[in-house]
């Protein structure tokens, strides 16, 4: 009896939850004024909190005291205290058709899938920030978006993105992908977004980039880093001429071949959290618009086998002001010598902290006439060496960088102004 009753019990929840969803509800919410965190006012900014679970069959009526041909920003606001902050699972009804100036639209929550009805009518549509928990992309989604400037796809769960995903984006200029599951991409996935500046693929798995794929003649800023790349093909940006941001740290690269070399555009690159041990410098600090190089933490890898093949003329000049080294198996007493022989002569700043230097020979410092900034600690320093050192650095006005020295446990040293040496 206790078993048919348990059993008519679930067939009544059953049917009442399937009511519940198929009952088609209106739905009233208001548009606050200003940011629901901050004091900023816009008249015609509309910031919505949903304190309830929304279904797919419910319908919403907007209350405001702005006409809603005027509004152009909807941002479902969504506390983090409120326990149903993921309860948003589809684009509500009807928002883009009636709210037919927007602009720009920011929608977390729980969205699973979109298709090509949820964005008929974002015909005005600039803007559009979606994270939620979306695993793939389908194909001509967006070509009704025709004004999309702006694509903010973080923070989803894509693993999957269709070669005609973004059909359409003719003037998009940012997309952001970063926190996703990535792993490839077809080849014609960016065809159809020429004018994109801005591509963000960090936090994913990508481990490969196919040649032909960044096919992005205006792009500027690409970020790759915290993914699984172990190379980087000696074509893979050659239709990004104008980049000027390349960011590839917390990856697996080893080598990087031609692959920038011929990015006369580009002002910061970032090889952070590599193993990179086969790099020519000379080609990367000869590019005409370098100012930024990191290298640091690649470990073992990166020793000074990376300055054996540069020549000792210091004719060549670059662009150089910030060069980081720090954490790697450089250990040679003529870096700066090496330095001065790749033309770095307009350097301000100089990690090179966390190596394992015993000395240099500093009587070259005064062929950096701009250097600024010198980082020092975590080396092997001889004391003598060390104090002689500091003083003739301090003397010249550089700003050091004194962090404590590793040293192997059995290792005795004393401190001269806080460096530990031996």
Not at 35 to 44: L, M, Y
Not at 83 to 89: G, H, K, L, S
Not at 184 to 196: A, G, I, M, Q
Not at 347 to 371: G, M, Q, R, V, W
Request: hydrophobic share 40%; proline share 4%.
């Amino acid at each position: 009896m206790d078993f048919i009753m348990s059993k008519l019990i679930f067939f009544v929840a059953i049917l009442y939850w399937a009511s519940y969803y198929a009952y088609a509800r209106q739905i009233s919410v208001t548009c606050s004024w200003g940011e629901p965190t901050t004091t900023r006012i816009d008249p015609f900014a509309c910031f919505i909190r949903i304190p309830f679970k929304l279904t797919p069959n419910d319908t919403l009526t907007f209350n405001s005291e702005i006409d809603p041909s005027e509004l152009t920003i909807i941002n479902f606001w969504l506390p983090s205290a409120s326990r149903y902050q993921w309860d948003i699972t589809f684009i509500p009804k009807g928002i883009f058709e009636r709210f037919s100036h927007l602009k720009s639209f920011t929608l977390p929550g729980h969205v699973e899938s979109i298709s090509h009805d949820d964005f008929m009518h974002a015909v005005n549509l600039e803007r559009l920030s979606f994270g939620n928990q979306l695993k793939v992309i389908p194909g001509n989604v967006f070509d009704r978006v025709a004004k999309l400037e702006v694509l903010d796809l973080s923070w989803n769960k894509i693993a999957s993105i269709h070669e005609n995903s973004f059909k359409g984006l003719s003037n998009l200029r940012t997309l952001k992908l970063h926190r996703n599951q990535l792993q490839k991409f077809k080849l014609r996935t960016f065809e159809n977004v020429p004018l994109l500046e801005e591509l963000l693929l960090n936090n994913n798995h990508i481990e490969t980039v196919e040649d032909g794929i960044l096919k992005l003649p205006k792009l500027k800023h690409l970020d790759l880093s915290y993914n699984k790349l172990t190379e980087l093909s000696n074509l893979i940006f050659k239709d990004c001429r104008k980049l000027e941001y390349l960011d590839l740290r917390s990856n697996h690269i080893t080598s990087i071949k031609r692959s920038v070399y011929n990015l006369n555009s580009l002002q910061l690159l970032n090889l952070d959290n590599n193993r990179i041990s086969d790099i020519y410098l000379r080609a990367i600090v000869r590019l005409p618009s370098l100012e930024y190089i990191s290298m640091e933490n690649n470990g073992a890898s990166l020793n000074d086998n990376i300055f054996v093949s540069e020549s000792m003329s210091g004719s060549s000049k670059s662009a150089i002001k910030s060069l980081l080294l720090s954490g790697n198996n450089l250990k040679n007493r003529e870096l700066l010598v090496r330095l001065w022989s790749l033309g770095l002569t307009h350097l301000e700043k100089l990690h090179i902290d966390n190596n394992s230097f015993e000395y240099i020979d500093f009587y070259p410092i005064y062929a950096f006439p701009k250097l600024k900034e010198i980082n020092l600690g975590k080396n092997y320093w001889k004391c003598e060496w060390l104090e002689e050192t500091l003083k003739k650095l301090e003397a010249d006005g550089i700003e050091l960088n004194l962090f404590s020295s590793r040293f192997p446990s059995s290792t005795s040293f004393k401190h001269i102004n806080f460096i530990p040496c031996i």
